[in-house]
């Protein structure tokens, strides 16, 4: 056991964790953030995703003890003052989604593509998402969301 | 092992007939207004307790509850995983109770809250629930009606309910629901009636609402079964068997460390929990145990062990579902000048629902209360009382909003496995598959063999129809074409792997049977595979989904080089399909889904834009089973057990969809979250004949390509 310092949406987290934890866990059992979800444990269907310094991260086969001081952030943490981000209006507002049990992972990977590039096309949508399952099949209707988010925040170009 | 071919088809009655107690209800729900809906037990549902002389068994299907708050509360057994039956049911509700949709909650599938219910599957919650809701929701608006007009002592035509509130529009007065039930303790029955609301009254309903709890899933706020916690929990884990039908024969706990874990050894069942994940799992681990195997036929073999290996019959195998005999297919055929006989095959396929199984289970003064992600929260109490030796009052199931199930979540191993755990641990535990326990340990579509034998005159007209089935079961068995000469089949079988219920059934192996002979018909005898189905259909409502389908997809249109076209039309479960698929051919052999096309006909459509939603999701799904979905097997042991090895369907996968909705008012509305599956593997499978004259009869159409054409000789 050691105890880890974590910086998770903008506040300090202080766990005690063996460094084989993985991210996922510590975040679902040490922290009780449970939006980010376990599907498989091996980095194929992006339900775990999370931030780290920004980047897309599947917090499933991320090592908790890797990430020490470094800032992560969960679907827990997008909304803002009871505002919720533009890009989960938009999967709401799009029915993007059957049981949801996808969602979380989607929106953290669309949050970091809609940085990286804030007027993406329908393909790229779909390539940047192209790691994440979503069983009921509402691919379509993910990149129609992601694409109505660039659109209403200021990236967009219509 | 455990067939269960069709389990709604052979689903038991309720273990005992709800007799409420009127008093009951105001008190647990304290005061307001409680309409009941009281039905007569259907014949199939009721299985052996009808009979009894006089009137037939009424039970209470639901109820629905007005609080002094305006709060109305309605309480059905069925559960939301996806299919947004959370949001249609609000909408039957508010419709007719003149409720702003915001003022109603769902209170679903918990078995000490809401009535029984035999459970979500069989696309059911449209065409019964929401009537029976209907219904619960009317009456509550004449009593509230009766209250107002009682408490203003004028005419109650004088008066409307609008928008949560009693309107007295010539004394320009109003009140809210809740205070008209303010102080009142008023339970009514309603009988359930069979006849629906016609769609041509819906205000609310037929239009798009946005999915219910919506909100709580994009945030990350709602708890699934997997994110739940409760004071004190720990976490269990199983010890898997190497193999299927491998039983222990010793075990060795040594390296267990016993005051920091617990461990149940019961039978062939060995599982341990203890405070943390990891500790479970680093547990599980140290165990050292034996098992006995026996040789399993593997996945190379298993068309034709299926074949010969028929289960002996017995009360509710499914075996006459669907049957028909009618003329002489035999003679038929032999007088026929076209003459086919071919085979079709589908593999088992797995639903890998996002969210693995998962259960907590609690008990408390001898209650076991459990949470878990099941389709059946009734069935499952059922398993846990017959687990635990428990009379069912004394367990309460709770069905937390699940991560999909797709049929695949009818039964209760997690939360079996859970409870016995917890009761030695003497803590709540909570139990989640994980991704490969999912794979290999939970149950699997049926693989089947399915042969066609077919006359035919010349211009494609059937003359004869012999159809036999065997283990994927009965649904969707029968042909919606007339042929005068039929026999049609199920021929149940021993299945080596555990299956059970898949969205759509059995429907998309017989489509897929069906359809595709019928476009090999159509090449016999030189027509058009369009022309030859109208040639053989009477029934309007298919002929409609056809034409609707072709004319959007454009059937008649030259073919880009390189590209074919398919189609399949069909009808399960009350509603009506027809699917187009254009197939890419790469010159390596890949094939590319370019477009897929489907009219879809259900009756009045109740929420346009998720039955979109739920079509687009099914021809999703489907794509996958038609394409490259199969579990593989081998020595009784799942090799296809993690998404790095069984494919499903991405994003770079999706061709382009459409939906074509016929909206028929005039109709009452059927269960849709299934059959809009049923098309897409045999209108892909003859838009890759059409493209290259290569004829696929096995689903998987094309795991690793198309094989290489014959070379002409």
């Known amino acids: 056991m050691a105890r880890l310092e974590l910086q998770v949406n903008g506040v300090s987290r202080s766990v005690d964790v063996d460094g084989e934890r993985s ?60 505002r919720l981000h533009p890009i989960q209006t938009a999967f709401a507002e799009a029915d993007a989604m059957q049981c949801g049990y996808c969602t979380p992972g989607m929106i953290m990977e669309a949050v970091a593509l809609l940085r990286r590039k804030p007027d993406p096309g329908p393909p790229d949508i779909a390539h940047a998402l192209e790691g994440h399952i979503c069983r009921c099949g509402t691919y379509d209707r993910i990149v129609r969301a992601v694409r109505r988010a660039a659109v209403t925040t200021k990236g967009g170009a219509g | 092992m455990v067939l269960e071919p069709e389990r709604y088809e052979l689903a ?143 005419d109650r035509a004088a008066l409307d309910a609008r928008e949560g509130e009693i309107v007295h529009a010539a004394g320009g007065r109003a009140l809210g629901f809740g205070q008209l039930t303010q102080g009142q303790a008023l339970v009514r029955t309603v009988a359930a009636d069979p006849s629906p609301t016609p769609a041509a009254r819906w205000t609310v309903a037929g239009r798009s609402i946005p999915k219910v709890g919506a909100r709580e899933i994009v945030t990350g706020r709602h708890r699934y079964t997997s994110d739940l916690t409760r004071p004190g929990l720990w976490h269990g884990k199983v010890l898997r068997p190497p193999a299927i039908g491998a039983t222990l024969s010793a075990l060795d706990t040594g390296g267990v460390d016993a005051k920091r874990v617990s461990v149940v050894h019961d039978g062939d069942f060995v599982g341990v929990s203890a ?27 298993i068309f034709e062990y299926l074949r010969n290996a028929p289960l002996e019959a017995r009360e509710g195998d499914g075996r006459g579902a669907g049957a028909a005999a009618s003329g002489s297919a035999e003679r038929a055929r032999a007088a026929a000048p076209i003459r086919l006989e071919q085979s079709y095959t589908v593999a088992y396929i797995a639903h890998a629902p996002l969210e693995p199984r ?29 687990a635990f030796r428990l009379p069912e009052e004394k367990v309460r199931v709770i069905v937390p909003d699940t991560g999909a199930g797709y049929g695949g979540k009818h039964t209760g191993e997690a939360a079996i496995e859970a409870a016995r755990l917890a ?81 759509a059934l059995a429907a998309t192996a017989n489509h897929f049977a069906r359809e595709t002979h019928m476009d090999e018909i159509a090449r016999a005898a030189g027509v058009d595979p369009l022309e030859t189905r109208r040639r053989n259909l009477k029934d309007v409502r298919v002929r409609a ?52 096309v489907t009219a879809f006909e259900c009756g009045a459509v109740v929420n346009p834009e998720h039955l979109r939603n739920q079509i ?95 070379p002409a000789l």
């Open chain 2, 275 to 301: 405070p943390t994940e990891a500790e479970a799992a680093l547990a599980v681990g140290a165990l050292k145990a034996q098992w006995k195997t026996s040789p399993q036929p593997s996945d190379a073999q």
């Open chain 2, 423 to 503: 009761r030695a641990a003497g803590h709540p535990v909570k139990l989640v598959w994980t991704r490969e326990e999912e794979f290999a340990w939970a149950y699997f579509r049926p693989a089947g063999v399915i042969d066609v034998k077919s006359g035919a005159r010349a211009d494609g007209t059937l003359t004869s129809w012999e159809f036999h089935n065997y283990n994927s079961g009965a649904a969707g068995i029968r042909t919606p074409y007339d042929v005068p000469n039929q026999t049609v089949q199920f021929h149940p079988a021993r299945s080596p792997l555990r299956q059970g219920s898949y969205r």
């Open chain 2, 616 to 710: 687009e999701g099914a021809m999703v799904q489907g794509l996958g089973g038609a394409l490259f979905e199969a579990v593989r097997f081998a020595d009784g042991l799942v090799t296809t057990d993690r998404f790095s090895r069984y494919r499903v369907p991405r994003f770079s996968d999706v061709p382009e969809l459409d939906v074509v909705l016929v909206d028929r008012k005039d109709l009452p509305s059927a269960g849709a979250g299934e059959t809009p599956l049923v098309c897409v593997a045999p209108a892909i499978g003859n838009a890759i004949f059409d493209a290259t004259g290569i004829r696929l009869r096995a689903l998987p159409l094309v795991p690793s390509g198309l094989p290489r054409p014959e």
């Open chain 1, 23 to 82: 991210l996922l866990s510590v975040l679902r059992d040490d922290l009780d953030l449970t939006g980010s979800k376990y599907g498989c444990g091996e980095g194929q269907c992006g339900a775990c995703t999370v931030l780290v310094d920004g980047r897309p991260t599947r917090s499933c086969v991320t090592k908790a003890a890797s990430v020490g001081g470094r800032s992560i952030a969960t679907i827990e943490g997008l909304e803002q003052g009871g």
């Open chain 2, 545 to 596: 989904v056809l034409d609707a389908a072709a004319e959007r997809f454009g059937w008649t249109r030259a073919r880009t080089p390189g590209h074919g076209h398919g189609l399949a039309a069909g009808t399960e479960k009350g509603s009506y399909l027809a699917t187009c698929a254009e197939v890419q051919v790469e010159p390596g052999g890949a094939v590319r889904v370019r477009r897929l």
């Open chain 2, 12 to 154: 038991a009655g309720p273990a005992y007939r709800f007799e409420v107690d009127r008093r009951e209800f105001v008190k647990l729900l304290g005061g307001g207004l409680v309409v009941l809906v009281a039905r007569a037990a259907p014949a199939q549902e009721s299985g052996t307790r009808g009979g009894a002389a006089g009137s037939p068994p009424r039970e209470i299907g639901a109820w629905l509850h007005v609080a002094a708050d305006g709060t109305v509360t309605v309480y059905t057994g069925k559960v939301e995983f996806g299919q947004d039956i959370r949001t249609s049911l609000t909408q039957a509700v508010a419709d007719e109770l003149r409720a702003p949709l915001g003022t109603i909650r769902l209170v679903m599938g918990d078995t000490d809250l809401t009535p029984f219910d035999q459970g979500t599957f069989g696309s059911r919650t449209t065409p019964f629930m929401a009537a029976q809701l209907r219904q619960a929701a009317a009456e509550a608006r004449e009593a509230l009606l009766d209250l107002a007009a009682a408490r203003w002592s004028v």
């Open chain 2, 358 to 386: 998962a259960a907590l289970a609690e008990w408390q003064d001898g209650r076991l209360t459990v949470w878990t992600g099941t389709q059946r929260p009734f069935g499952v109490r059922a398993e846990l009382a017959e």
